[in-house]
Nanobody, 119 residues
C-alpha cells in the first residue's frame, strides 16, 4: 500500500511563496510514476494544478502557469510544488496524486494540506 505524506501548507500573504512537499512511502518510487498536484476550495470542484512525468516533462493549469513549479526527487521519493506570487484565489486544500504502472497499476492520493493566502 502506498502512502503519500504532504507538508508545507500554511498561511501566507498575497505575493508570498510556499513550497509543498509530498513524500511517498510503502513502495518503490519509480521514475515512470506520474505525479500530480490538485487543489479544492470550499464549495468548488477539485481542479488539476500540475503534472510531472518520467522525462521529466511538466504541465500546468493556466491559472498557475508562470507562478508554480512542479519538480521531483526520485531518490528522496518526493514531489514538490513551488508556489510563487500567491493570490487569494489560490486558497485551497492541495492534494498530491500518484499514478503507478510498476510493479502494479495504482492511483493514490495524499491527505491534503491547507494553503491560505490572505492579508
Amino acid at each position: 500500500q502506498v502512502q503519500l505524506v504532504e507538508s508545507g501548507g500554511g498561511l501566507v500573504q498575497p505575493g508570498g511563496s510556499l513550497r509543498l512537499s509530498c513524500a511517498a512511502s510503502g513502495s518503490i518510487f519509480s521514475s515512470r510514476d506520474i505525479m500530480y498536484w490538485y487543489r479544492q476550495a470550499p464549495g468548488k470542484e477539485r481542479e488539476w494544478v500540475a503534472t510531472i512525468t518520467q522525462g521529466p516533462s511538466t504541465n500546468y493549469a493556466d491559472s498557475v502557469k508562470g507562478r508554480f513549479t512542479i519538480s521531483k526527487d526520485n531518490a528522496e521519493k518526493t514531489v514538490y510544488l513551488q508556489m510563487n506570487s500567491l493570490k487569494p484565489e489560490d486558497t485551497a486544500v492541495y492534494y498530491c496524486r500518484r499514478r503507478t504502472t510498476w510493479p502494479n497499476v495504482g492511483d493514490y492520493w495524499g491527505q491534503g494540506t491547507q494553503v491560505t493566502v490572505s492579508s
